[in-house]
């Protein structure tokens, strides 16, 4: 399912992109980020470039740094870009492990006339669309049509990492709510009703609050069903620490503690569960024992009536 990306808000920074060129592209990777600069300026995107290496900084250990930290990287594709041994050698490969692990998007983009075919990005989507090349004359009206096709598929990447991010940051807000990530016994049912409103919330802290409900759906479901799960399996187990600590109290063992902590450790209950298990037991059996008591003193007294009358009409 599509879906739209909103305007990233406050706390949710812009995605990184890195420009991966020959210098003899230097041009094209000037246009490229001309026609880029809307969404700079919108705060969705940081471009990153060899350009922007910093005086005194070892030069290729920030640009492994700055490739390694991208969302998205741009491989300015041209006979210059593959007779590189830099670009083809050390930053491809970078790129593309990044793209294996879904740490980032790699994109080709087809400045000038290369065979690609065969090539280690080559089974990637490839801009601009149908494999054209920027500088092919006969594909586009002018330049800036091409460019425009590049910025279309670009715009399509980051909203795809965008909605990869926010379900990333949505699932790890999830399961905090829902202490999935706590030991098993501090899973209660309240944690999972009051998900919505506290999500909601959050939604709106990060600036993602407009997209539709089914795309947050489809992520709490699944959390939701596993946390019940859990939260049935715990209500199991404390069954099963109920009904043992019941038949040890009517066997009226006398170390029955010992059985009971190590029935605790296998079930994974905490002293606060056993300790509502046991008062719960406890309140039934007593529960139990007055309706008994009730029902001995209602039978005493339904004998004592009967032989009352059995006197009264002289057969004794």
Known sequence: MNYSVPQPGRHVRPLRIFISYAREDEAHRRELEIFLTPLVRQEQIRIWCDQYLETGEPWKEEIFRELRKADIVLLLISPDFEASEFCCREEL???LERQSTKEAIVIPILLRFVSWEGRNYSHLPLLPRNAQFITDTRSWINRDQAWQNVFIGVKEAINRVSLRKIRRLYEEE?????KLGYPLHEIVQEDVDCLKQR???QQEQYGFSLLEDAFFQEIEQ??????QVLISRRAE????YSRTFCLLLMKGEINYRLELEDLKRQLELSNED???VEQSTIAQIEQLLYRANQFISLSDQLVTQAYQVILERGRI
């Open 93 to 95: 490969p970078i790129a």
């Open 174 to 178: 999830f399961l905090k709510a829902t």
């Open 199 to 201: 999500l909601k919330q």
């Open 222 to 227: 699944p959390i939701i069903e596993q946390a």
């Open 237 to 240: 187990r404390k069954n099963i």
């Open 274 to 276: 056993v300790s509502q």
